[in-house]
């Protein structure tokens, strides 16, 4: 198992090195989808509105970084939390359209990460790679196929997670590979953006890659690579996470990883008084209109 560096506390390199790849990576999809709208209304003389446009996928990273963070990370795989049934579903179909997933795959997958963190076992580690954030792309690609594709090999990470006919359908949906993503959910992502009075159908094809590629870099990408490789670490807890905050303000507290893979259940990710979990204080007010449930201090 090839060794990556750690560190006890954020430098000034690594911090910026993280602060470049964190903006490049989650903020490039939405830029491509701009420059689309842009070169859109050159060649056609379309009037596509550019700037709301922007400020709409700016507004659905936001949301759908939320959305997969909450229920399938800390209310499915961690059990902080439990949404009220009537918002749950609607969240999980949600999640569905923009990531393609169901949520149990998602959580065993995750679960599988922590069990065997940064071990040869580990579905996704920068220690099997030497740190390629490409690598660890496609490790938690093929990971996550493992466990969608071959539930059977994976029952110990399986305890409260839905297996319901809506689970099947996705996995069924899901072998079909290509064609059941180009056939069946673009088609149905393209509609739901087409109910917005400002997103005519060019405008719905091309917010696709900042909807899809703003949510993808800022989970798989920003949580699973950089959250393993550089960053502060306030304990050694035997694996490689790292926290990146204050640089994932807007990441709804995932980026304190370091927090989270030192005590899992907890559902407030920050430990030292500036650390602020901005995904756990907005829980807690939805905590007091009666969505979330159960919430663990
Ligand atoms: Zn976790
Ligand atoms: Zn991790």
Not at 203 to 227: E, K, R
Request: aromatic fraction near 14%.
């Amino acid at each position: 198992m090839a060794a990556v560096a750690m560190f006890d506390r954020p430098t000034k390199k690594k911090m910026g090195w993280a602060l470049f790849n964190y903006f490049v990576l989650t903020w490039a999809p939405i830029a491509i989808s701009g420059v689309l709208f842009v070169l859109w209304n050159l060649a056609t003389g379309g009037d596509l509105p550019v700037v709301t446009l922007v400020v709409f996928l700016l507004v659905m990273r936001q949301f759908n970084v939320f959305t997969i963070s909450t229920l399938f990370h800390r209310s499915y795989s961690h059990k902080q939390f439990d949404y009220h049934p009537l918002v749950e579903g609607p969240i999980r179909v949600w999640n569905w359209l923009f990531m393609g997933t169901g949520g149990r795959a998602w959580a065993i997958l995750h679960r599988w990460h922590h069990a065997d963190a940064d071990t040869e076992n580990d579905p996704h580690s920068p220690t099997k790679t030497g740190g390629s954030l490409g690598n660890i792309t496609k490790q938690t690609f093929q990971s996550y196929q493992l466990c969608l594709r071959n539930p059977q090999d994976y029952t110990r990470f399986e305890a409260g997670l839905p297996d319901d006919t809506f689970e099947h359908f996705v996995r069924w949906l899901e072998a079909k590979g290509v064609p059941g993503l180009v056939i069946f959910r673009i088609p149905l992502v393209l509609g739901v953006l087409c109910l917005l009075p400002f997103v005519s159908l060019p405008a719905a094809v091309l917010c696709l890659p900042g909807i899809m590629g703003s949510v993808w870099f800022s989970t798989v990408i920003m949580v699973n690579g950089l959250c393993h490789t550089m960053g502060y670490r306030n304990w050694d807890n035997g694996d490689t996470s790292t926290n990146l905050f204050p640089i994932d303000l807007f990441g709804w507290g995932e980026a304190l990883h370091h927090n989270h893979h030192h005590k899992q259940s907890r559902a407030n990710l920050g430990h030292r008084p500036w650390e602020f979990d901005t995904g756990f204080w907005a829980l807690w007010l939805l905590s007091k209109v009666g969505v979330v449930r159960n919430l663990r201090p």
